[in-house]
């Protein structure tokens, strides 16, 4: 009845939301430092006077091209995020659910897994290189094909696994019913793994959203260069403006936060459990 | 009787698309990557076979190997601590805080690698940072976070720790709201406590995500970069130079760049050791 | 008689020829010029100032901007794969010698050879040039760029501390600066030098400045070719003993990772007197949003060392043609370049922050106006500028010096030693890189 403490409810979310203050922490002191000039965040760490300035320079003046960038990165992630996750389920699907002539299957995930593990910086000349032939140098198009194969080998692993985890029931019950095997993945498998495809798509966009390497070396104006690269430039040669930068950070953290919550929200969660076999 | 696993052309052709992109934008860089590693870059020349003169020359180069060891260290103790605590906040956050809560846990992945490290490094400052400014108001002594020897590793271990526990949060808590709910009121009948099913049952049928993200989780520690240049750049004296930083002075400022591209090949493989050495010890925990 | 169809022909292939010549010479007409240039301080000055050379010349002036953590990569991508996208490219001189002895760039005189470098132009230490027989930055070498950012390290300190002190102003020798560190050291509300101390780059600079005060070079003639390693002489060893151990003293906590922003930052805030700055920080040190202190920072010729002289180590960034574009484009380059000398466009780049590279700023009226006083000690510094070895190998040599000095400054390594292991490595990197006959010279 009411007044009854659940106490073994209380305890758990009482020590989830001390964790998430101390996680969040150093996010609130980037937003107060938005709003401090340079000054301020040097000598008045707690109280100050907020202005705007940081955000008013940062977005407002003419020559400012973060609003460009923020833009050029978002539809690199996104359009790289989407065929990554198109791609990579297929192949998880396909290498988890069958045997290959060959053991291709086995060294497919070993050659992805080696891409995943050198260095960037080796691969940033020979990118140039593949680039310029192509001569599509300072595009968002070869942002996004760098982007996809860079970060498809822990999509597929990732979904691999997910679909390793799933018992074959469902599958064989569809399959059985005459679903053809696409069909069993697109309206089977994918759906239960959803949260899981969520997940994997929400990382693979921000790994996106936040390389640095690649996009430097690729872009050259605001055509295509992304906002890695523009915050970048607010670490000067002779100064690092802090109040910008975390003007920056705020900003830019906004997009992909809005996103991972519609994502979450409104396709995670929906079909999982909810599948009943017609027994 | 049609049974789904069988060597369909539907499947193969499922990972064509993937098997395309690779060949396509990972074999030049691959053998380009393999002919520097065996070459030595001249001003004005371009790159010059050399044959083994790197693998010599890596053999003898102390400051590598101690890179190299100190890489091991903030790896397994970042990545160890991001399991931990992404695992207890995966526990207690399944199955409730939808939305924006949740994805609150997530936002120190989310902002730019170059503002953690600008912002991080400004928090340590001794003079104007905000974590000696508070210690000071009740009274403690703050330290040199960044630019004292003994403790700067353990300083960046924390920001690295910080930034990315919620990539193993996210990943651990999709696994754990995959498992299909019959697995668990199969145990729960049966008798078992919760801490039972978490060990014995979770864990297992888990095993494949949990080992995914500690896979990637660590190979993407291993390139730990941005954040550790913006810190400390490496210093003070060599405290913080972990291998991706060797690599770039060597590449960068020692120029280099065929000795670099061959530190990166060699690191694939300490990365495949490292990663098999301990998966190894973790299936036999798990079994 | 020439028949008709080959009068016909004739005046054909005349008409086509004048033509074309015409158009060459319209085509010669450049109507862009894209420059590689780093995100600094003074870059809206320079912004501004290539608006008023589209103003003026109608050629459109495109700046690719790109962060400076990351322009000698994008750079290094760009003459390696023999692009053609920039006609300039700013280029700091950490990465001269080695695109100069690459051949990447394009000799200045190659383009015009009636080129001469303007006798009022400040002559950064032969940053520009290179001579290839002594593989150094030398003046008999060749020119390949000129200076558009005229940084040089000065002393900044707070003239009225020093004032109340009782202490005469500007000090002359480091140890004046010592004293009034002494004097006005109060931790933790202000200290008395600030060392830029992070390992790398940042310590080997601001080292720079007292060791060569004090007489102490890294190689005894580079300029004739003399390549005997001197880094760890007994000059060198006082001048460091003076600011690692004495200087430090007065300095604040932290001295092992302190980079430009910190330094600036303790300055401008207010909580420290003095210490070695860039001149092209300036414009911040006034800016009542970034400083406590407006105006009250002095700018002076750094200090004296014992037994040596004055001494401004220059640090700034050129402008360099590369190889591989057309002819027209290079000549495009060099005219903005030489425009960019005039009297004109330095005095309001001057005015707009950015650091001028002409002493006819100094006859304008800038000189007068004390948000400008950094112009003077530029003035005085001149006699005295100095810089650092500038072969292909001086990034190698740099950061294994900067990491050395580093060590001893969080007393890793004593004072001596540091220069003495730096001295083994540099020997060892210079044989390497195949010079002949490198020594270090014994101890006097």
């Known amino acids: 009845m009411t007044g009854r403490i659940n106490l073994k409810k209380l305890v758990p979310s009482t020590i989830f939301f001390i964790l998430l203050a101390i996680l969040s922490l150093p996010f609130v002191y980037i937003i107060m430092t938005s709003f401090k000039t340079h000054l301020d965040i040097m000598l008045r760490p707690i109280l100050f006077t907020p202005t705007l300035k940081n955000y008013v320079d940062l977005f407002f003046t003419q020559t400012s091209n973060f609003p460009r960038y923020m833009l050029n990165s978002l539809i690199v992630a996104l359009f790289s995020t989407v065929f990554i996750i198109g791609i990579a389920g297929l192949s998880a699907y396909g290498i988890s659910r069958s045997e290959f002539v060959w053991h291709l299957d086995k060294i497919l995930l070993g050659w992805v897994l080696f891409l995943r593990m050198v260095f960037p910086v080796a691969f940033a000349l020979p990118f140039y290189k593949i680039a310029q032939s192509l001569n599509l140098l300072d595009t968002k198009i070869i942002l996004i094909v760098f982007y996809t194969t860079i970060n498809i080998p822990f999509a597929v692993w990732m979904l691999k696994g997910f679909f390793d985890q799933l018992p074959r029931a469902y599958e064989e019950a569809a399959f059985i019913d005459g679903c053809s095997i696409f069909g069993v993945f697109w309206r089977v498998a994918m759906p239960i793994i959803s949260s899981g495809a969520v997940a994997t798509a929400i990382l693979v966009f921000m790994l996106g959203w936040n390389e640095f390497l690649f996009a430097l070396i690729i872009t050259e104006s605001s055509r295509s260069m992304t906002l890695t690269v523009g915050i970048a430039g607010l670490c000067q040669q002779y100064m690092v403006e802090w109040g910008k930068m975390a003007t920056a950070a705020t900003i830019f953290t906004i997009p992909i936060f809005v996103l991972s919550v519609f994502v979450q929200d409104y396709l995670g969660k929906g079909l999982t459990m909810g599948i009943g076999i017609k027994e | ?287 | 008689m020439i028949s008709k169809s080959k009068k016909g022909l004739i005046s054909l292939v005349l008409a086509v020829t004048i033509l074309t010549t015409f158009s060459n010479f319209a085509m010669a007409q450049v109507k862009e010029l894209h420059i590689a240039i780093n995100k600094s301080p003074w870059l809206p000055a320079f912004e501004k100032l290539t608006k008023m050379y589209e103003g003026e010349t109608g050629v459109k002036m495109v700046l690719h901007v790109f962060p400076f953590m990351g322009l000698y990569e994008k750079e290094l991508a760009a003459v390696t794969t023999a692009s053609k996208t920039y006609d300039l490219m700013n280029m700091n001189e950490i990465w001269g010698p080695f695109f100069y002895a690459g051949r990447y760039l394009t000799p200045l005189k190659e383009i015009d050879p009636e080129f001469t470098v303007p006798s009022h132009l400040m002559q950064f230490f032969w940053e520009g040039y290179w001579d290839d027989k002594v593989h150094y930055q030398a003046p008999t070498g060749v020119l390949y760029g000129i200076h558009v950012n005229g940084n040089i390290h000065l002393l900044q300190y707070r003239e009225d501390k020093y004032k109340e002190a009782g202490l005469p102003t500007p000090p002359e020798t480091w140890d004046d600066v010592l004293e009034a560190a002494r004097k006005l050291f109060d931790p933790p509300n202000f200290y008395g030098y600030v060392i830029r101390g992070a390992r790398g780059d940042p310590i080997f600079y601001n080292s720079m400045t007292i060791r060569h005060a004090y007489n102490g070079y890294m190689f005894r003639d580079p300029l004739k070719g003399d390549f005997t390693i001197t880094v760890n002489d007994e000059k060198n060893v006082e001048a460091w003993e003076m600011y690692a151990r004495n200087l430090n003293e007065y300095g604040p906590p932290g001295v092992g990772n302190i980079g430009q922003t910190e330094m600036m930052g303790l300055l401008a805030s207010g909580r420290a007197l003095q210490a070695i700055v860039v001149s092209a920080a300036f414009p911040h040190l006034d800016d009542p949003e970034f400083s406590a202190v407006p105006f009250k920072i002095q700018f002076a010729v750094p200090p004296k060392g014992r037994g040596g002289d004055h001494s401004s180590t220059v640090a700034g960034w050129t402008m360099v043609v590369p190889r591989f574009i057309s002819d027209e484009r290079k000549k495009a380059a060099l005219d903005f370049l030489k425009w960019f000398m005039t009297q004109k466009p330095q005095v309001e780049y001057t005015k707009m922050g950015g650091v001028p590279v002409s002493t006819t700023v100094f006859q304008s009226e800038l000189m007068r106006d004390p948000k400008y006083r950094f112009l003077k000690a530029t003035q005085d510094s001149i006699p005295y500028f100095s810089s650092m070895p500038l072969i292909p190998e001086c990034a190698q040599i740099r950061d294994v010096m900067g990491l050395h000095l580093n060590r001893a400054l969080i007393e890793e390594e004593g004072v001596r030693e540091s220069l003495d292991k730096t001295a083994q490595e540099i020997l060892e990197i210079m044989r390497g890189a195949g010079y002949k006959g490198v020594t270090i010279a014994p101890r006097s």
């Open chain 2, 1 to 287: 009787m049609r049974e789904l696993t069988h060597r369909s052309i539907t499947t193969f052709l499922m990972t064509l698309p993937l098997v395309i992109i690779l060949v396509f934008f990972s074999i030049y860089p691959f053998v380009s990557l393999i002919k520097m590693s065996f070459s030595s870059f001249i001003v004005g020349k371009g790159y010059e076979y050399v044959g083994l003169k790197n693998v010599w020359r890596f053999i003898e180069d102390q400051r590598a190997w101690e890179s190299i060891g100190r890489t091991f260290l903030y790896v397994f103790v970042s990545v160890s601590g991001e399991f931990v605590v992404g695992l207890g906040l995966a526990l207690l956050v399944k199955g409730k805080f939808k939305g924006v809560i949740r994805t609150m846990v997530i936002i120190p992945m989310l902002v730019a690698p170059i503002a953690v490290g600008i912002i991080w490094r400004l928090m340590y400052d001794p003079v104007f940072g905000i974590i000696n400014q508070i210690l000071a108001k009740i009274g403690i002594q703050g330290k040199n976070w960044l630019a004292d020897p003994q403790i700067a590793l353990w300083s960046v271990i924390i920001v690295e720790i910080w930034q990315w526990t919620p990539f193993i949060f996210l990943i651990l808590l999709a696994g754990l709201e995959s498992l299909p709910k019959e697995c668990y009121e199969g145990a729960k009948i049966d008798g078992a406590s919760s801490w039972q099913t978490f060990v014995y049952f979770t864990i297992p049928l888990m095993s494949p995500i949990i080992i995914v993200a500690l896979f990637f989780r660590t190979m993407e520690c291993f390139k730990a970069f941005d954040k550790i240049w913006i810190l400390t750049g490496g210093g003070p004296s060599d405290v913080t130079e972990i291998i991706s930083i060797y690599i770039y002075r060597v590449s960068f400022r020692h120029n280099l760049l065929g000795y670099g591209a061959f530190l990166a090949l060699i690191m694939v493989g300490f990365i495949v050791i490292y990663n098999l050495s301990y998966m190894g010890f973790l299936r036999r925990k798990i079994q």
